[in-house]
């Protein structure tokens, strides 16, 4: 028998309340309290997230804060992201001690999950790859300005930009999957715009290359069975648990998440 993991049912929450959402689940995760969980979701309003380590000069967060944007810290690394116009998912499971899910290095359990994201391209008639090279350098303020081994790209160009968290034994991914998003507008924002040519080769977007507009919703079974295919369990739609909940709030209350 297949062993059974949660789906978070789809939902679109302010920046600071994704982010503890994704902590908390992790949390819980830790303390054995629920089962690997897989949770896509939207933001309201859209936000740039940046990495745990990272700063913003101040102008830049004016900038984007003046546009309409929250800026918001990640509980995971890595570089600026752009939530606009993409679908977010995130990923909590074991990646060592019993009932491991997922290898104890760090690229083994990103391989492990682009696979699945892999699948679910592959689902949706993309054929997309993981990329190459080493972490960004902290000079490099842009999220999809640089394709790393946690990354997916189409034809060479980021589709998918994703970090990582590991506490204790588990760890959580999270990452964006670009549906149709400007391809000049993060630049604007950072005030790092390029000239034209150069912009419009910032990323890939999936309804570009499907040549079609899709729902979140339509799109999140075929991401879905890439999980199931690759780890080969079943999810389970949910939400989540009363202790998660209270946990999100804790985890608001206590951190700064806003970047103010």
Known sequence: MKETWRLIDFESFDAATNMAVDEAILDAHVAGEVPPTLRFYGWAPPAVSIGYG???PEKVRQKIVAR????????????????????????VGSASGQGKVLG?????????????????????GVAV????????????????TATTTADLHYQGKKIVGSA??????ALLQHG???LC?????????????????EESQRHANLFEITGSVVSALELIPAFKN????????????GQLTAAEWRRVDEIKERESLLVK
């Open 54 to 56: 990272q700063k913003l």
């Open 68 to 91: 309409g944007f929250d800026v918001v810290k990640r509980p995971t690394g890595g570089r600026a992201v752009l939530h606009i116009d993409e679908l977010t998912y995130s990923f």
């Open 104 to 124: 104890s290095s760090v690229i083994e359990s990103y391989k492990k999950i682009c696979q699945a994201l892999i699948v679910g391209f592959k689902t949706l």
């Open 129 to 144: 790859e993981i990329g190459q090279g080493q972490a960004a350098s902290r000079q490099i303020l842009d999220c999809f």
């Open 164 to 169: 990582q968290l590991r506490r204790h034994d």
């Open 176 to 178: 964006s999957i670009l």
């Open 181 to 197: 998003q400007e391809q000049n507008l993060m630049g604007e924002l950072l005030l790092t715009k390029k000239g034209a040519e």
């Open 226 to 237: 890439g999980f199931e295919t690759t780890f080969g369990v079943d999810l389970e739609s």
